[in-house]
């Protein structure tokens, strides 16, 4: 806040104000614009990608080998939470919220967000979030008890009364970190909930929405609904470490177990907040380089509906190991079984959207077929985990780890180089790099499977989870050794990105206003759109407004067949 000097009046405070918020950097920190806004949560999260990536090569690199002394275990630990935390909570959540920001006012007609300066609220609340967990690596008290940040390795000593204690800050920086990143999440929901209700172009009705937007409304539904969970979780455990409160302690009448409760009814539909964004992406993607419409449109948007619904049902099946009733555990392996209906509708329907089409290679394409087949092979092994002897066989082994990478991995970070390839013309005027493209994707296919393909067989040959090291004679040597060489390959189809990156701002390829030849309405305008995004408001008449704009003939061919 400017402050005023002797003889300086108000007016020239004013102008003081409005000169920084005039500079280049000034209009990005100060800016309510839904593109600028977008555009930095994408590249925040991809920056807070690359050190979560560093953070999984470290960890590779320490058990490339038996007995590795890379890592001492304390920072093993730390590592190993942080690179859970930050890919989750700040690479590919932000990343699709940036999205989300840049595309679906552009999608729905908008001229921006229902609530700009909530916008940009919920983007540097984020930033402050993932900058404070980060940050915990300078005072050596990085989080240390894992993503989940399980009781009772999560209490720390507050006195003569504690039974387990950890020392340290480690446990505040995580919980404080994630309220922080809870908070900014739940305004970018209550923000896509409005906009996407309220603020959508006239004759588009709920169910002529691109179904990109339709994943996003309800992502934005399940952040409001399953971050209350988390936040409650939280500041119990704040009062056990900081005021002597034992809500997770035994002992003294506290129940572990609780953390866990409340901490999956908000994990398990964190899964799909991860995912479901993805799935609209894919949505987008298949038809404009199939030439088709998609197939089984309603299908797809309430199947989307439903998996929102039903992850609501399922948390317990994490915890299938820990004792649960007989009627408990039925019924959270029939609720887990249940979920893989709608998502397995998806897949048929992208397929059938495939098949018969005149199909075009190009970059986006292939990456949304890389993220068909490798969330395929997460969700068939995710609906082993339902099976609850088997899942009492390899619970917290590294088939989990396995599961969970094939899901968020070759579901979103494929998915997310997608929309990258996608909608890069769109925001820069610019094509990607094609080549490159293709050696990134072959480099990332190819490295994914070598890195997680070998831990299905780890967690069946018993490794188990969040180990900093193990034997020599254990027979897990060579599976880890090939996995390692995978994440490093991985690492390197990042560096291809990048360079791809660079070099396409600097020398890309015009791309035009429409070079995919799309459909929808975020195609209709510049490339980059200008502030306002549309000169005029466009009217929509059908679930492709911009391909009937293109081809009059055939839209004034179907208003007429209707009547």
């Not at 005072?139 to 240390?144: E, K």
């Not at 059938?352 to 970059?363: D, E, L, N, V």
């Not at 090939?482 to 990042?494: D, E, H, K, M, Q």
Request: hydrophobic share 50%; aromatic share 16%; net charge positive.
């Amino acid at each position: 806040m400017a402050t005023r000097t002797i003889g300086e009046s108000a007016t020239t405070i004013a102008v003081r104000r409005r000169t920084f918020s005039e500079t280049y950097i000034g209009e990005w920190v100060t800016t309510t614009d839904h593109k600028k806004i977008g555009l930095m949560y994408i590249i925040s999260g991809f920056f807070f990608f690359l050190i979560g990536g560093l953070e999984a090569l470290l960890i590779r690199a320490e058990l490339a080998r038996p007995d590795g002394k890379i890592l001492s275990p304390d920072v093993y630990n730390q590592v190993f939470t942080m690179h859970g935390v930050t890919m989750i909570f700040l690479f590919v959540m932000p990343t699709l919220t940036g999205f989300g920001n840049y595309v679906v006012p552009l999608m729905i007609g908008a001229r921006d967000m229902a609530f700009p300066r909530m916008n940009s609220f919920g983007f540097w609340t984020t930033i402050f979030g993932g900058v404070f967990m980060q940050s915990s690596f300078v005072f050596g008290s990085a989080p240390n008890g894992g993503w989940f940040n399980y009781a009772p390795l999560n209490e720390v000593a507050c006195g003569v009364h504690t039974v387990q204690c950890a020392s340290g800050m480690n446990g505040d920086f995580w919980l404080l970190g994630i309220m922080l990143l809870g908070i900014a999440s739940i305004a970018s929901g209550l923000n896509f909930v409005v906009t996407i209700l309220k603020l959508r172009a006239p004759g588009m009705s709920i169910n002529r929405m691109p179904l990109f937007t339709w994943m996003t409304l309800v992502t934005s539904f399940l952040l409001l609904f399953a971050l209350p969970s988390l936040t409650a979780a939280s500041v119990l455990l704040l009062l056990d470490r900081r005021i002597g409160t034992h809500f997770y302690q035994y002992a003294f009448g506290g129940d572990p177990l609780l953390w866990q409760h409340l901490f999956w009814s908000f994990g398990h539909p964190e899964v799909y907040i991860l995912i479901l964004p993805a799935f609209g992406i894919i949505s987008e993607v298949l038809p404009v380089f199939s030439r088709k419409p998609i197939f089984g449109y309603t299908f797809i948007a309430w199947s989307g509906v439903a998996i929102g619904f039903l992850s609501f049902t399922v948390w317990a099946h994490h915890m299938f190991a820990v004792g649960l009733p007989a009627i408990a555990q039925g019924f959270f392996a029939a609720s887990t079984t249940l979920i893989a209906i709608p998502t397995a509708v998806k897949i048929f329907n992208w397929i059938a959207t495939i098949y018969g089409g005149k199909i075009s290679f190009k970059a986006p394409m292939i990456f949304a077929l890389g993220f068909i087949a490798m969330f395929l092979i997460g969700g068939l092994n995710g609906a082993a985990l339902a099976i609850v002897p088997f899942d009492y066989q390899i619970t917290d082994t590294y088939f989990v780890v396995s599961h969970i990478h094939y899901v968020l991995f070759g579901g979103s970070v494929f998915a997310i180089f997608a929309g990258f390839f996608y909608w890069f013309p769109k925001v820069t005027g610019k094509f990607l790099g094609e080549r490159l493209a293709q050696v990134q994707f072959w480099m990332m296919l190819v490295g994914m499977n070598l890195a997680f393909f070998p831990m299905h067989i780890l967690g069946l040959l018993g490794m188990p989870r969040r180990i900093y090291t193990y034997p020599a004679n254990s027979g897990w040597n060579e599976l880890n050794l090939l996995s390692t060489v995978g994440a490093f390959l991985i690492g390197l189809s990042v560096m291809v990105f990048i360079f791809n990156f660079i070099a396409s701002m600097k020398n890309g390829q015009k791309a035009g206003s429409d070079p995919w030849d799309a459909y929808t309405l975020e195609w209709d305008t510049t490339s980059p759109p200008k502030k306002y995004n549309f000169l005029t408001i466009p009217v929509v008449r059908s679930r492709r407004p911009f391909y009937d704009k293109k081809n009059p003939e055939i839209a004034d061919w179907k208003t007429v067949s209707r009547h």
